[in-house]
Each structure stands twice: as structure tokens, then as C-alpha cells.
């Protein structure tokens, strides 16, 4: 093993900002359902992703720029599906969250840098 390697073994494991196996998504400690937290972390990633690394400017990246600009009004707002139920038209609310993140999930390969 080079110097190198230990050097990111270390990095990896103790360096809060190359703790890459960690989704960061600003909730309070508590416990959480698990619906709600794959919620927040594919909301959390595709933000990342725009705001932290180099997205593709092609078309392909289009609809996931949208579904980045849906995400980041629900994360402004401080909005999750849980929410939904305060407005008047909730199953449609809802519905469009879940297809936004079933989205976000298919066009994934996008995300690989």
C-alpha cells in the first residue's frame, strides 16, 4: 500500500469532506421513517450534484436540471411528502414528488463523474 493510498484510506474514513459514503441531507437528529429519508437523500444528491460538481450541458442533462430545480423549491420551502397534506390538492402533490424521484433514479448514469 503507497503512501498515497493511506493517506485516502484516512481522508476516507475520518475527513468529514471526503466522507463520500454519506448523504448529508440537513435533517435534525431524530428518527425518521425510511420512506422519508430515501426521500430527502435522492433530493439531497441531485442537489449536490448541480451545485458541487460539473454537470454535462447537453440535452441529455435538461430533465434532470428541471427535476433539480422542482427538488431544490421543496428543499427552500422545506417541504416533504409528509407535508403534502396541507394543500388542497395533496394525491397530485404527491404523485408529482414520487414521479420526480422515480426520475431522478432512472436518469441516475447522468450523475457518474
Not at 475527513?15 to 441531507?25: A, D, E, M, Q, S
Not at 430527502?40 to 454535462?56: C, M, N, W
Not at 394543500?87 to 422515480?102: C, F, H, P, Q, S
Request: proline share 3%; aromatic share 16%; glycine share 2%.
Amino acid at each position: 500500500m503507497s503512501l498515497s493510498d493511506i493517506k485516502m484510506w484516512v481522508y476516507y474514513r475520518f475527513h468529514p469532506k471526503h466522507r463520500y459514503n454519506i448523504v448529508r441531507t440537513g435533517l435534525e437528529p431524530d428518527y425518521y421513517d425510511k420512506d422519508f429519508l430515501m426521500e430527502r437523500a435522492i433530493i439531497q444528491l441531485v442537489i449536490d450534484f448541480f451545485e458541487k460538481e460539473e454537470p454535462g450541458e447537453d440535452e441529455r442533462y435538461a430533465e434532470l436540471k428541471q427535476i433539480y430545480h422542482y427538488f431544490k423549491k421543496l428543499s427552500l420551502d422545506g417541504i416533504h411528502a409528509s407535508d403534502f397534506s396541507k394543500y388542497k390538492d395533496y394525491e397530485n402533490a404527491y404523485n408529482e414528488l414520487t414521479r420526480n424521484l422515480i426520475r431522478a433514479v432512472e436518469l441516475r448514469e447522468l450523475m457518474w463523474t
